[in-house]
């Protein structure tokens, strides 16, 4: 009964609120990438500007992140100001990314003229792009880089967290799967990479790699420097900075101190917990959108009645799949693999009503749209 009652904690502030943008950020990131899709499909910059994942690539993101995992664990002192530095120039790139469609609405509800700057000042940003630099992509970058330089500073959550929703949202964006084939063979080899290295690595490297990875701070290059030049205001930057890699809410978050727990406590959810389930929304929105277009076409001489859509039933089921993975972090009191909750929750339900719908084969194989735009592109 006592353990029950611990439960109660999925409903403190910290809980909700992490709850809540873990939502929130995965089906943003995936109407995020269907509109940066048809952006680029308009534009015929599709397969400059993405990558559609293959089977060897599927197989070797779990690879290639245990090794950066290993790396961090060994060595994260000794390289924690280069990654730093990575992570700003990153997340100032993925913020000046998320936020580039609000400047023609900016522009036509405030009426502003948006002179192009000199080709000169577009090249520097924009090098891969033919497209013109204008004045307010200008201004949005200063604003990008003042965030980042804001959150180097203070290393601030709140920063942290805006900057690490942005990182996620322009990696859905930008890194797509074909189908759900290739999705299934993702996502269950990260299923197996988070259960290994959340509940076995103790065995094999006498500490838990993932907790120690995810719980360590990186020294801040600003007061590095600042130290080093013995510059004013040297106590007002902080020496340590969390990385824009997870989501961090204070439990303390509404001033309240929680029971059991102390001023310094934060929930933890990694990135890869929402981009990866972002993935397969965005697979499963897109098929949603294609279907609806289908259904609408004039061909069409009796319109299938209305469904609800895959990527509701996948929301509800990572919705369900976080509460379910916070729930078992309170009951056991140790850090849980989200992605063994995740997976079936988001992944079994989609393709449980798909076979239902006749639809498991079109989304298994993929409509091959991406895969011929790509092609036609190249061969042009």
Not at 19 to 41: F, I, N
Not at 53 to 72: E, N, T, V, Y
Not at 195 to 219: I, L, P, Y
Request: a positive charge; glycine letters at 6%; one cysteine or more.
């Amino acid at each position: 009964m006592e353990s029950l009652w611990k439960l109660t904690y999925l409903l403190e502030p910290a809980s909700l609120a992490l709850v809540a943008t873990a939502v929130s950020v995965a089906y943003a990131s995936a109407s995020r990438a269907l509109d940066h899709g048809k952006e680029m499909e308009r534009n015929l910059g599709f397969s400059e500007s993405s990558i559609t994942l293959d089977r060897s690539q599927a197989l070797m993101i779990p690879l290639a992140s245990s090794c950066s995992l290993l790396l961090m664990f060994y060595l994260f002192a000794s390289v924690s100001h280069l990654v730093a530095a990575f992570a700003a120039a990153a997340a100032a790139t993925a913020l000046f990314f998320c936020l580039s469609p609000c400047l023609p609405r900016a522009r036509s509800l405030l009426r502003l003229p948006d002179p192009f700057l000199p080709s000169s000042s577009s090249r520097l940003f924009c090098c891969s792009s033919s497209k013109p630099f204008t004045r307010l992509q200008g201004l949005l970058l200063l604003f990008c880089v003042g965030t980042v330089a804001a959150w180097l500073v203070t290393g601030h959550w709140v920063l942290n967290n805006a900057l690490g929703i942005a990182i996620c949202v322009a990696f859905v964006s930008h890194v797509r799967l074909p189908n759900i084939k290739i999705c299934a063979l993702l996502l269950a080899c990260l299923f197996v990479y988070d259960v290994f290295w959340v509940f076995f690595s103790e065995r094999f490297f006498g500490a838990n790699v993932m907790v120690s990875v995810a719980t360590q701070k990186a020294s801040n290059p600003v007061h590095t420097v600042a130290d080093k030049l013995s510059l004013p205001g040297l106590q007002m930057i902080t020496k340590k900075i969390e990385l824009p890699v997870k989501l961090v809410f204070p439990r303390d978050l509404l001033g309240g101190i929680v029971p059991g727990s102390t001023p310094g406590d934060y929930m933890m959810l990694g990135l890869g917990d929402m981009a990866i389930p972002g993935m397969l929304l965005a697979l499963v929105l897109s098929f949603d959108h294609r279907k609806s277009k289908e259904a609408v076409a004039p061909s069409d001489s009796s319109p299938s009645p209305k469904r609800r859509k895959y990527v509701w039933y996948a929301l509800t089921g990572y919705g369900v799949g976080l509460v379910t993975a916070l729930a078992a972090g309170i009951l056991s009191q140790s850090a849980q693999p989200a992605l063994l909750y995740l997976v079936p929750s988001t992944l079994g339900p989609v393709m449980y009503l798909s076979w239902l719908r006749n639809d498991l084969w079109e989304l298994w194989e993929g409509s091959g749209e991406i895969l011929n735009e790509k092609a036609h592109l190249l061969e042009v």
